[in-house]
DNA sequence: CGTCATTACGGAATGCGTAATGATA
DNA sequence: TATCATTACGCATTCCGTAATGACG
């Protein structure tokens, strides 16, 4: 098998047709250069240059090997390139895992982000609830996912990405939607269109214990996963909702979102999670954007 | 730079994910395959495996150089092989000229014994005059061109590719139709579509020097260049026209043919040139496909 | 303690540059 | 005779294989 310095050499032969001038720019003297070609053409067994000692000119063969030649020089260039900025993190494909809710706010600033920080990333991604891109990452089949907390499994890491208050949506018609700002205590009499326990543990729970520490029990009128289904009935001044505010970017009319007044905050939270393990240096690139990400 | 050996060596231990593995399947020891690793991750500064003594395991840049390293390997294999083929002139692209009067007979076939006998060679195919062919060879524009004879320019060989006769190609209804075959002689009376002396001067020379020879002065009632046109215009019982055999192969309705009974055959001759100090290798083989090609 | 990757070392081969040779116009 | 490719030769480097070492289960 012939060698890559070889296929320098001959492209460079090639080119110029001269060796001086050929071995010039290779930072070489003639002889070597000369010596070079000549192997080359030993191991492939064929000639490729036809030279007297007043020219060069290439042969047949010699035209159909020189962009062969100059193309596996080029794809050596690009794989080098390409495996250092893999290994440097900014490039490669992520995998990445989302929940529904973060399409609407988070999910779009960090695509963003990444693409801005780092253009030569593929970004694969998947939708799924929380439990499932847990699953999925273990098995190593995501990279990273936006879930919602907490991350408690000992191989896995996660970062904060997104703290957002609830708000709440009501009709416009509604009387309520007059109002500025809503506390808890303001929403007790009103039909709440509100999470299913089991698909949407995490603002099930968070909506629940909202309500509790208030004092007040909610009068549920219906249980949805998703949030843009919860809105769709919100619309048709079925009841209120609490939806988390990046939720406003799905703007439905005759829907509108005030203010949640609480006590303390209680944001729903997003997290970053990945394998503990994971070599991806990727990784390591895709949590600084995350935290230099403008928080709005 | 790194070095194919490398690569290969990269790709085994890459495949096989066992030192030891790799290096029987490339018939060497561990020691020097271990370097060869050591020695392209120094080079491309980026760690491609992770090895314990247990195990090893690709790095995400070690993921994503595999296949580039394998496309390299495999380009180069291609290029040997390819170079090879054209060295032997089993492969390339030969560019061939060819007048429109053997594109009826003698260019298909050729085509056709080609594509057997040579299938990774390309055509580039372009009907041209002889005249013209002739510059275009000898420009270097040409490989190879099918022209009429003779071809003297000392610069350029050529061998007979195809000597076929002259047939009577005459309106069906025409009395001279129903005889089996026509000498000159028959011919006198009958108004002739002649070949042009300038466009056609192959056929136009050999033509007239066939009825010279008979004693017979022919009625011309019209000169053309292209035996298609001649032949449509027979078809219209214009008058009647003599065309190389060939030219049976193109069936025009109300048009019949019949042999030309002479004292001495006097065929129309196609020959092959090349410029004699051609180096594509692809001529030697084109000559012998073309000897060996069935005369039929 | 066995397996497997790595380091240490000696000998062979490869490849450079300088100098000499040969061929061509 | 001047130019340009090739051959001759000496030295440094590279690379293999054998032997020894080290790490992990």
Redesign the pocket.
């Known amino acids: 098998m012939f060698?890559f310095?070889q296929l320098r050499?001959f492209a460079a032969v090639a080119e110029e047709?001269?060796?001086?001038r050929a071995?010039a720019r290779l930072?070489?003297?003639?002889?070597?250069?000369?010596?070079?070609?000549?192997?080359l053409e030993r191991v492939l067994d064929v000639q490729l240059?036809e030279?007297?000692?007043?020219?060069?000119r290439l042969t047949a063969a010699g035209r159909s090997f020189l962009p062969e030649a100059q193309r596996i020089l080029r794809l050596a260039e690009s794989a080098t390139y390409l495996t250092r900025q893999v290994a440097a993190g900014r490039a490669g494909v992520l995998k990445l895992g989302f929940t529904a809710a973060s399409a609407y706010d988070c999910l779009p600033r960090l695509v963003a982000a990444l693409r801005r920080a780092l253009p030569e990333v593929t970004l694969a991604l998947r939708e799924m609830v929380t439990k499932d891109q847990i699953e999925e990452l273990l098995a190593g089949r995501l990279d990273a996912a936006l879930v919602r907390p907490p991350v408690t499994h000992p191989d896995l890491l996660a970062v904060r990405a997104l703290a957002e208050p609830l708000v709440v949506a009501l009709p416009a018609e509604n009387p309520l939607a007059a109002r500025d700002a809503l506390a808890p205590g303001d929403l007790g009499g009103e039909p709440l269109i509100a999470y299913a326990p089991n698909e949407a543990r995490y603002f099930h729970d968070l909506v629940q214990g909202l309500f509790a520490e208030a004092g007040i029990r909610p009068r549920i009128v219906q249980q949805l996963a998703q949030i843009h289904s919860i809105l769709a009935l919100v619309r048709t001044a079925l009841g209120i909702a609490l939806v988390p505010a990046g939720a406003e970017h799905l703007r439905l009319d005759g829907v509108v979102f005030r203010p949640l007044v609480l006590p303390e905050p209680r944001p729903a939270e997003l997290v970053l999670a990945w394998r503990r393990d994971a070599d991806e240096p990727l990784i390591a690139r895709l949590v600084s954007v995350l935290a230099a990400m403008p928080p709005a």
Do not use: E, K, W
């Not at 030279?51 to 060069?56: A, I, K």
């Open positions: 060698d310095s050499c047709l001269h060796f001086g071995a930072n070489m003297t003639q002889p070597p250069l000369s010596r070079q070609i000549q192997v240059l030279r007297t000692s007043r020219s060069v």
